[in-house]
């Protein structure tokens, strides 16, 4: 057993009991972030009177929230027992640069609890918990239920709108003319891509009822005129003739036999010489800390998908035609894999 005996190190018990309150932690920001409390205190610090009477809650109660918040560094408590924004609350505000208010929100759903909740069914089984809770898989649940779905797409754009300027700076697209974006919701990953490099023409392929609610962020964009809409299923099969097929936060959501009928039907559609995106959060062989091995559970409870090491991307674009031709790190916790043909 490997002993940890540095100086200014938290005892074991400390940093256990640390974690096993982490669930009320992050059900206080919850908590926080659906009563908008970062967006009031980003007017000027209130006491949590003030906060109670403009959020219509118990003051003591939401004292005791912010007080342990406060004690983490989301948010800080004055000598005049007012809360002030920290740099962590800052993003907690709707609209703030890198916010991540909409996964905050997500992450406090009744739906992801409930899942979390069935951690030991998956664990047992290797099936879905959220699955054996709603009966039916998330993309069915998110479909049925459109106030989640919505809560869902927010957050995922959120995490998207962080990172994009990472991508497109990391990748070099200067060989390529006709780009397809996989699944690739409204196009706000394509939209970046496309400003970085207007000799690209691009192809947004999706679900339909995805498709329809695309113009407006392409107009915005300013790169609807660039941008061919096209819908369909990729297990199906994806639009031909592209030099470079992208999929961002695609392939984690499924299992390898699923993940490689999407990735053969990407490779009987390219081009001889096209290449294959696939963007990622890429999970340490160590046991160093990264949010990839986090979000590989929340893949394990919610989807049935995974986030996968270096050599299982490796082995996966090898069983669909593909070998890993270089994985390129960002200024992010995303990689862009790129496989070419075999």
């Known amino acids: 057993m490997t002993q940890h005996n540095q100086p200014n190190v938290p005892p074991p018990d400390a940093i256990l009991m640390q974690m096993l309150f982490g669930a009320l932690m992050q059900r206080s920001i919850g908590v926080a972030v659906k009563l908008g409390i970062a967006d009031l205190l980003a007017e000027k610090p209130h006491t949590a009177d003030e906060l109670a009477a403009k959020t219509e ?11 342990t918040l406060a004690s983490a560094g989301v948010f800080a408590k004055t000598d005049d027992q007012k809360f002030e ?31 979390w909740g069935a951690l030991m069914h998956s664990v047992k089984t290797g099936e879905v918990a959220h699955e054996k809770v709603q009966g039916i898989s998330s993309f069915e649940f998110f479909a049925q239920n459109k106030e989640a779905g919505r809560v869902f797409n927010r957050a995922m754009t959120n995490l998207s709108l962080s990172v994009i300027p990472a991508i497109v700076e990391a990748y070099d ?14 196009g706000l990953l394509l939209g970046g891509m496309l400003k970085a490099n207007p000799q690209v023409q691009g192809v947004l392929f999706d679900l ?66 096209g290449k294959v995106l696939i963007i990622e959060m890429v999970v340490p062989e160590g046991d160093e800390p990264s949010p990839s091995k986090a979000l590989d559970l929340l893949m394990l409870v919610m989807e049935g998908g ?27 916790p995303y990689s862009v894999i790129e496989g070419e043909r075999a």
Do not use: C
Request: hydrophobic share 40%; proline share 4%.
């Open 57 to 67: 809650t118990h003051a003591p109660s939401l004292y005791r929230v912010l007080r």
């Open 85 to 115: 924004l920290t740099p962590i609350a800052a993003l907690l505000r709707e609209g703030a640069p890198n916010s991540m208010r909409d996964f905050a929100m997500m992450m406090d759903e009744d739906w992801i609890w409930q899942a």
């Open 173 to 186: 697209f200067s060989g390529v003319g006709k780009l397809v974006d996989i699944a690739g919701g409204h």
């Open 208 to 273: 339909p009822f995805v498709i329809e609610g695309a113009n407006a962020l392409l107009e915005k964009e300013g790169v609807r005129d660039r941008v061919e809409l096209i819908s369909g299923d990729f297990f199906q099969s994806v639009p031909i003739g592209a030099d470079a097929y992208m999929m961002k936060h695609i392939i984690h959501d499924w299992d390898d036999e699923h993940s490689i009928k999407i990735l053969q039907n990407i490779h009987s559609a390219m081009n001889e010489k």
């Open 306 to 332: 995974k986030e996968r090491t270096k050599d299982e991307y490796q082995r996966l674009l090898e069983a669909s035609g593909f070998r890993l031709s270089r994985m390129v790190p960002t200024k992010s």
